[in-house]
T-cell receptor
């Protein structure tokens, strides 16, 4: 099993450019999450989705949009990238409330 | 407001000793779950242990145990017999129910260094 797959692994954007980070899981999980990780800040929740067609904001949603395309895929879009969005982005998924979340390998995004 | 607090930015422990990593949380929901993850320098997130708010006993997984004190809202991770490979960042996380499902929020983490 591939688990949680994120693409791309690395990306450099210019300020104002847009891009979509892709995430797919093959574990038939219901919930999916997007996080950003910055030094000293831990993982901060951007958006999450409890099921197909449902999304909700986390702690730091400003500047991002998400789409839960189907049960497998949960994408994160930056419409107009800013240097403050330079970060490592993690996608995760979980089956149920009391089971662990599985993480992708992360996407290192730099906005110049 | 920060719901998960890890007050130890960095910790040192000698190999073969036990170490406790602190985690306190804030919620008014009676139903929640607490998780600990390890992140080595390679960057992947590794699940270690889970404790549900209604679980009567403290969770244990091999060398990892969770010291769950519900009244104090603390869920400290205890690593027994530390190994050099335990050097990593450790994150505490809490699952809370929301109107649209459940969210999983993390603390800022504790960096653990195991010395020979």
């Amino acid at each position: 099993n591939a688990g949680v797959t994120q693409t791309p692994k690395f990306q450099v954007l210019k300020t104002g450019q847009s891009m979509t980070l892709q995430c797919a899981q093959d574990m038939n999980h219901n919930s999916m999450y997007w996080y950003r990780q910055d030094p000293g800040m831990g993982l901060r929740l951007i958006y999450y989705s409890a099921s197909e067609g449902t999304t909700d904001k986390g702690e730091v949603p400003n500047g991002y949009n998400v789409s839960r395309l189907n049960k497998r895929e949960f994408s994160l879009r930056l419409e107009s990238a800013a240097p403050s969005q330079t970060s490592v982005y993690f996608c995760a998924s979980s089956l149920m409330r009391n089971t662990e979340a599985f993480f992708g390998q992360g996407t290192r995004l730099t906005v110049v | 407001a920060q719901k998960i607090t890890q007050t130890q930015p960095g910790m040192f422990v000698q190999e073969k000793e036990a170490v406790t990593l602190d985690c306190t949380y804030d919620t008014s929901d009676p139903s929640y779950g607490l998780f600990w993850y390890k992140q080595p320098s390679s960057g992947e997130m590794i699940f270690l242990i889970y404790q549900g708010s209604y679980d009567q006993q403290n969770a244990t997984e091999g060398r990892y145990s969770l010291n769950f004190q519900k009244a104090r809202k603390s869920a400290n991770l205890v690593i027994s017999a530390s190994q050099l490979g335990d050097s990593a960042m450790y994150f505490c996380a809490m699952r809370e129910d929301t109107n649209s499902g459940y969210a999983l929020n993390f603390g800022k983490g504790t960096s653990l260094l195991v010395t020979p």
